[in-house]
């Protein structure tokens, strides 16, 4: 199994296919910092000097989707809060994505959403099932499901994609932002 892991911005990085020996990743999954603070940030890099406390979250979701969709063949899941669900939607249909389905997962805290989207010319599949078993376990199935060689994560957070990738011997490449959870991520990687 092929494992490139980065402490970067999955804003600015540079994503390299190649680490993995292949042109384009097979798929992305991942849960974004849906987060004020991440938000803020974008703000600043894409406007700055400005003093707008307003949030431009279509522009970051378009800004990364654009970003990310030169890598990848074109299938996708992303997990979001309840609250995000018409922006991601209209975001993956800007940057040329089909939704196929939005499904909610309910947790004992609340509840979580994920969406499928593809580029149109690839075939859908139900993952509904799936995602409905939770966290790590979530990300086995749908992985089962899709069977990709390799899929890319630029929020990895913990690991927990890292954990579904190894368990499949799935090439993984994943970036994280914060030092802490870019830690816990490698230090799985390299035990």
């Known amino acids: 199994m092929r494992t490139a892991m980065f402490n970067d911005d999955a804003l600015t990085h ?33 406007e700055p000097g400005k003093k707008n406390k ?25 997990e979001m809060g309840n609250n995000w669900t018409p922006q991601v939607i209209n975001a993956l249909r800007l940057c040329d994505y ?37 966290g790590q376990k979530a990300v086995l199935a749908i992985l089962e499901i899709v069977k990709p060689r390799n899929i ?13 990738c190894k368990k499949l011997n799935v090439d993984y490449y994943g970036v994280e932002l914060s030092k802490e959870r870019f830690k816990k991520s490698y230090s799985l990687w390299r035990t």
């Open 152 to 164: 890319v994560d630029p929020f990895m957070g913990v690991g927990r994609n890292y954990k579904a």
């Open 98 to 134: 089909t939704v196929h389905e939005v499904i909610t997962q309910k947790y004992n805290k609340g509840t979580s959403k994920a969406v499928y989207a593809n580029r149109q010319s690839l075939p859908s599949f139900n993952f509904s099932d799936a995602y409905m078993k939770g």
């Open 54 to 78: 307003e949030l431009n979250f279509d522009s970051f979701l378009i800004h990364f989707l654009t970003n990310i969709s030169s890598f990848i063949k074109g299938e996708l899941v992303i």
């Open 14 to 46: 540079t994503f390299n296919p190649n680490l993995l020996a292949v042109e384009k990743f097979d798929f992305l999954y991942t849960d974004p910092p849906w987060g004020q603070g991440m938000i803020k940030w974008f703000n600043r890099l894409t």
